[in-house]
């Protein structure tokens, strides 16, 4: 029960990491119709920068080094909005697609690159003190990491379904055209959630190379566990890629724990993402994904 | 004369044409007049051209992206070496092989390709992680160890040297160009072209989109698995997981991109270029992957449609400037100017191509080349 129990928790705790992920990914895709392949390795560079430049060149204090870090991520998603995937918008779905796949793969690179191959371990704003909850041991970095993600995502609720700026987010998702008539600023909006998708990458970045060490090929995995996250929900549902990411981080550490089977995690997310597309098949397309 | 003589002769000189006359007998001469290297390369080349057409024949007949490839030649690689081991002879493995790489892509493809839109990308990439972190760890199907990959002959031409193996490729290549090419002429390759560049409009005529998706995914898979066994034979062992990952898939998909995606030659183009960076970025010690999503980047973001499209490109201008008449997005049918001048033109305009936003359309009537 015990080991069940500490599966279940380290699971969630990358889950919280996956679904932070994903809903950045929803969120860019809700007004921009463009799915962004490269918010793992956003998240990634940010965090690189974070451990080897911030903290070890310049010698910051944790806390300031996660804020710079963040506000990073943010410039990239940004950055890569406007600079990458507005240029090429007119083209067509294919167009960018294959721009954010570039990009995902120049990301990926230039870390190695700048930084080594390296998987450092990385410090976290927070301690690695254990709790005990009954009698599962649990760390302040995946309790704050838990929280910091729920906290975000009432955040990101609020933002969308009670500000100016959702209402905007909402009306682009339906009809860019028709907002653009109404008067909305709707490129500056579209780069404002590429910010918010790029700076929750980033803290994502750095709650999950704490967790676990990173190199080229776990990131590919951070990235599809939140696509098929994302996925789940037609790329549309906050909600239901939150739960994707959940369960994709319960699939895989159950998985892992039991079975212990090398990349028998990676076969099952594969395998539920089969069944969860047979399954969608199934049912009338509401979505049109890629004609916009 | 001076008007009917130019189009026929830009026909004849047709990009595609010249390319191909002036590729063939290149890539059947070089090999005689350059050192053994140069030969490991141009297999490579070779090899990675056959990757290209699988990708340009999905990304441009198609319009879907699959971020998988590289795990396609890994099974072709992987059971091609345990096909050679027991004396399976090369022309037989190599239908073997690629039955087997289009069976796997229908667990693929089946599912997604019913689905509208951008999932076949996120099942392939996550058939891609799976086969690099489970299908291709199982002892059973790489052993623990590399494997000798042996290099048997093709219809008793010996591939025991670089060269030998080079010319089985290029047949192989050959072949496979060929097909693409006829199929890209029939009625399924316009087919294929209505599907990608509108479903809505396709699947209006009646046409059903899902199988044709499909068919054209497991021919895509079929000719990356026969890659995958070449590229074992090139390096004569089997190479670990890692080396059909994710990233090379990444890497692999500039290759349409920097050839072009449009036409079949783009392949090769592209294959080529990736096979002989890695001698030119190793002189500027960065990554070729680094070196290579750049120039993807830039290739996107210039709008051309890799480097056959810039050669389009450029002899339409050429054309142009022998004719002085540029029709950038569409072509004009002038009915009544030629007959009834004194009366005003009718003129239909048809655009086939997206115009980006704030595009002024200008029409400038100009009279027939031949100034009578």
């Known amino acids: 029960m015990n080991k069940f129990l500490g599966y279940v928790i380290s699971g969630l705790a990358n889950g919280t990491i996956y679904a932070l992920v994903a809903l950045g990914v929803v969120i860019t895709y809700r007004v921009s119709r463009v799915i962004n392949l490269a918010q793992g390795a956003t998240g990634v560079l940010a965090a690189f920068l974070f451990h080897y430049t911030l903290m070890g060149k310049f010698g910051m204090p944790v806390a300031i080094a996660t804020v710079v870090a963040i506000l990073f991520g943010a410039m990239l998603g940004a950055g890569v909005e406007r600079f990458a995937v507005r240029p090429v918008r007119h083209r067509g779905a294919l167009a960018t697609l294959t721009v954010t796949t570039g990009v995902l793969l120049m990301f990926s690179e230039l870390t190695v690159q700048i930084w080594g191959p390296n998987n450092p371990p990385i410090a976290s704003v927070f301690s690695d003190h254990v709790v005990h909850i009954g009698n599962t041991g649990v760390t302040v970095h995946q309790l704050a990491t838990a929280a910091l993600v729920l906290l975000i995502s009432g955040g990101l609720y609020l933002l969308l379904a009670r500000t100016w700026f959702g209402a905007g987010v909402t009306a682009i998702a339906q009809d860019p055209g028709a907002a653009r008539i109404v008067g909305l600023p709707v490129n500056g909006i579209i780069t404002a959630t590429w910010a918010i998708g790029g700076a929750s990458a980033a803290l994502a970045g750095l709650m999950y190379i704490h967790l676990n060490s990173l190199d080229q090929i776990s990131l590919t995995f951070v990235l599809i566990s939140s696509l098929v996250a994302a996925a789940l929900g037609g790329f549309n549902s906050l909600p239901l890629a939150g739960a994707g990411g959940l369960a994709v981080g319960l699939i895989f550490s159950l998985s892992q724990g039991y079975a212990s089977v090398a990349g028998i995690g990676e076969l099952l997310v594969f395998v539920a993402l089969l069944v969860v597309l047979a399954v969608r098949a199934g049912k009338p397309q509401l979505d049109v994904v890629a004609e916009f | ?372």
């Open chain 2, 1 to 372: 004369m001076a008007r009917a003589r130019t189009p026929s002769l830009m026909r004849l000189f047709s990009v595609e044409r010249v390319g191909l006359v002036v590729l063939a007998a290149a890539a059947l001469l070089w090999p005689l007049f350059t050192p053994k290297v140069a030969h490991f390369y141009g297999t490579l080349s070779a090899t990675y051209a056959l990757v290209g057409l699988s990708l340009v024949i999905l990304v441009g007949w198609t319009g879907q992206i699959s971020l998988g490839h590289a795990a396609f030649l890994g099974f072709g690689c992987y059971i091609g070496a345990k096909l050679l081991n027991h004396n399976v002879p090369l022309l037989l493995a190599i239908p073997i092989i690629a039955a087997a790489g289009a069976g796997i892509s229908l667990v693929l493809g089946v599912p997604s390709l019913r689905l509208r839109g951008v999932y076949l990308t996120i099942t392939t990439l996550a058939f891609g992680v799976a086969c690099q972190r489970y299908f291709f760890t199982r002892p059973q199907l790489r052993g623990s160890n590399a494997v000798e990959v042996p290099r048997k002959s093709l219809l008793g031409w010996s591939t025991q040297s670089d060269r030998g193996l080079y010319y089985a490729v290029l047949v192989v290549l050959s072949v496979a160009l060929l097909l693409a090419w006829n199929i890209r002429r029939t009625d399924t390759g316009r087919v294929l072209f209505a599907i990608r560049d509108s479903e809505v409009a396709a699947a209006a005529m009646g046409i059903k989109i899902a199988p044709y998706k499909v068919g054209v995914f497991a021919a895509s898979a079929a000719i990356a698995a026969i890659a995958g066994l070449f590229y074992g034979m090139l390096f004569r062992s089997t190479p670990g997981a890692d080396q059909f990952g994710v990233l090379q898939s990444l890497f692999y998909l500039a290759m349409p991109v920097l050839g072009g995606a449009e036409a079949i030659l783009g392949a090769v183009i592209g294959g080529s270029f990736l096979a002989t960076g890695q001698p030119l970025v190793n002189l500027f010690d960065v990554r070729l992957y680094l070196v290579s999503s750049v120039a993807l980047l830039l290739m996107l973001l210039s709008g051309q449609d890799g480097v056959v499209g810039m050669l389009h490109t450029a002899r339409k201008t050429l054309a142009d400037a022998i004719r002085g008449e540029p029709i950038r997005y569409g072509s004009f049918v002038p009915e009544t100017v030629n007959a009834h001048l004194d009366r005003a033109p009718v003129v239909h305009v048809q655009i086939t191509e997206p115009l980006p936003e704030g595009t002024v359309i200008r029409a400038r009537l100009v009279r027939g080349g031949a100034h009578t």
